[in-house]
């Protein structure tokens, strides 16, 4: 019977010397690993990497969703394996990649989590005329307002915020820069925030405590505060915000391209998937109420 913990072991440390690559996805690519290794061995009669062929691979794969894996974990395991022969061909211990070819689950496009219009509403009614509450409220109706990425949200200057020309400056993914509409409720919640901010000269829009820019960690935490008390877990984060933000849009008329603009995707193919959402949600509505919808 083969061995395979010196591959493991040569691979988990070209992982973490060369590639440098985190503690977690070194426990991950073990984990996928050694459950590919007992498989070998118990179902393959522990032969040898050398010998291992594309229908080994791929009854690997089919072994993984009969035991009930769901498909996107059974596509990361197999990535897993693919990637670990890759490094075996290139490095000149083996002579070929039996997973190459083998072709993972199709894994649906997971929908991101939906906030109602009337759940955003009730987080926004945020009360409190202290520094810290003005602040978390011009926080939210930013997130909502724009539809901005966290990272983007603490990455924003004043200067950042035009208000005689009511729009805001956001540097996005690769440093793309987009000018987006200031709405109304944003730019009013943002003005009553300065308004009451003791630390005028400070070039961050939004501070903590001790007068430094908030952290993404820090905004996290806030937004799962303010939402966990009208939605779930699923969509208590800041994203669910930008989700609805989309959404929302959509469903009042707004038209793709303009969306995709405004989020500043690269891809309309990655607006699209609002588009699903809002589909799904009327699905929802129209197989609960219409007399004939056969459900």
């Given amino acids: 019977m083969a061995d395979y913990s010196g591959f493991l072991s040569d691979y988990l440390a070209y992982l973490e010397k060369e590639r440098r690559c985190s503690a977690q996805t ?11 290794f007992d498989y070998c061995s118990d179902r393959l009669g522990g032969k040898p990497l050398s010998s291992l062929t594309y229908p080994d691979v791929r009854d690997f794969l ?40 083998v072709k993972g689950p199709r894994v649906g496009r997971r929908l991101p989590a939906f906030l109602s219009q009337f759940q955003v509403q009730q987080a926004l ?11 978390d409220h011009a926080i939210l109706e930013t997130l909502y307002g724009s ?6 949200l603490v990455g924003l200057d004043r200067a950042s915020i035009d208000f005689q020309d009511e729009s805001i400056r956001v540097l996005g993914k690769g440093s793309k820069e987009r000018v987006l509409p200031l709405g ?8 009553a925030y300065l308004a009451k901010r003791r630390n005028k000269d400070a070039e961050a ?23 966990s008390r009208f939605a779930d877990s699923g969509s208590a984060h800041p994203h669910a915000l930008r989700h609805a933000f989309a959404t929302h849009l959509l469903e009042r008329g707004a038209d793709l391209k303009s969306v995709q603009e405004l989020l500043g995707h690269a891809s309309l193919s990655t607006t699209q998937v609002y588009t699903h959402l809002t ?3 009327l699905r929802k509505v129209y197989d609960k109420a219409h007399p004939r919808a056969g459900r």
Wanted: aromatic letters at 6%; charged letters at 30%.
């Fill in 26 to 36: 070194i426990r991950a690519t073990r984990s996928d690993l050694a459950q590919f």
């Fill in 62 to 101: 089919g072994a993984l969703l009969r035991y009930g894996y769901e498909r996107r974990s059974a596509s990361r395991k197999l990535s897993t394996v693919r990637s670990f022969f890759r490094y075996l061909v290139e490095s000149g211990q083996l002579s070929h990649n039996p997973a190459r070819s």
């Fill in 125 to 135: 009614d945020v009360t409190g005329d202290s520094e810290a509450a003005l602040r």
């Fill in 147 to 152: 539809g901005l990425r966290a990272a983007e």
């Fill in 184 to 191: 109304r409720s944003e730019r009013a919640a943002i003005e």
């Fill in 205 to 227: 829009l939004f501070l903590n405590h001790a007068g430094r820019r908030l952290t993404t960690r820090s905004i996290q935490r806030l937004v799962r505060k303010a939402l």
């Fill in 279 to 281: 589909v799904e949600r």
